[in-house]
């Protein structure tokens, strides 16, 4: 399977969200990563459940694909009305019960994802590999755009897919910050699925908008 595209929409142009978004998906970019931030798990806030519930607008390829950096992520479900065809991250260090969660995820239709912060070990997923489509690894401390990435992330990215992989279960891994043009080649030949892409990629300054997307598949194929 060629590597997937999930640009991230807090770092495009946020005064012309609708027609960002329709190029995106003109362009057949799988998905749209979506960061929501509750300004407590992480000191920082992007968009209110209504905007992330107005990203849900009836899209030819794009797909939602929620991260969801707050505290208790199921009391915001309703509000971003989570369903099929969404990818919903939610982080394990954010909940009192992550099993809980991520079956809430399912029963809603959408498709389950953990997320685990730099800091968190690798193999602290395994109990919840039977639960998940995706694990959401991030490869800066979650919170900003455009920080440097967390030291040690490559190797962390290796030994994920190798534990995936001895489990034998059919779970992607996504990677989330700085993917930048000289990572994003190495995190897929490390087992890299799905790449978060922000300003250190499609949303730099280097290219336009479709050269980016077309030069990133190049990269991830
Ligand atoms: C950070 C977010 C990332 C961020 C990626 O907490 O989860 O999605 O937007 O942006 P860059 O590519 O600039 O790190
Ligand atoms: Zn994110």
């Known amino acids: 399977m060629a590597g997937k595209l999930s640009p991230s929409v807090m770092c495009a142009d ?20 979506i960061d929501f931030m509750d300004n407590k798990f992480v000191p920082n806030i992007t968009f209110d459940t209504n905007m992330v519930k107005s990203m849900k607008k009836p899209m030819k390829n794009i797909r939602r694909d ?61 109990e919840y590999l039977d639960e998940v489509c995706a694990v959401l690894l991030m490869t800066v401390y979650p919170g900003f755009a455009g920080q440097p990435m967390a ?34 080649g190495e995190m897929r030949s490390r087992g890299a699925d799905i790449f978060v892409a922000g300003s250190s990629s499609v949303y730099g300054k280097e290219y336009e ?11 991830v194929e």
């Open 14 to 33: 946020l005064l012309n969200l609708s027609s960002e978004i329709e190029k995106l998906d003109k362009l057949g970019v799988e998905y749209l990563h």
């Open 209 to 219: 908008l479709n050269e980016a997307v077309k030069k990133f598949y190049s990269l």
């Open 151 to 184: 030291p040690g992330s490559m190797e962390r990215l290796a030994e994920l897919r190798k534990i995936i992989d001895n489990s034998g279960k059919d779970v992607l891994i996504e990677v989330d910050g700085h993917v930048s043009w000289d990572h994003c």
């Open 66 to 126: 929620i991260h969801i950096m707050a505290f208790e992520p199921q009391q915001f479900f309703d509000k971003m009305e989570i369903g099929s065809g969404d990818l919903v991250s939610i982080h394990l260090e954010a909940c009192e019960d992550a099993h809980a969660v991520l079956k809430d995820i399912s029963d809603r239709g959408a498709d389950a994802c953990l997320a685990i912060s730099p800091d968190t070990p690798v193999e602290s997923v395994v």
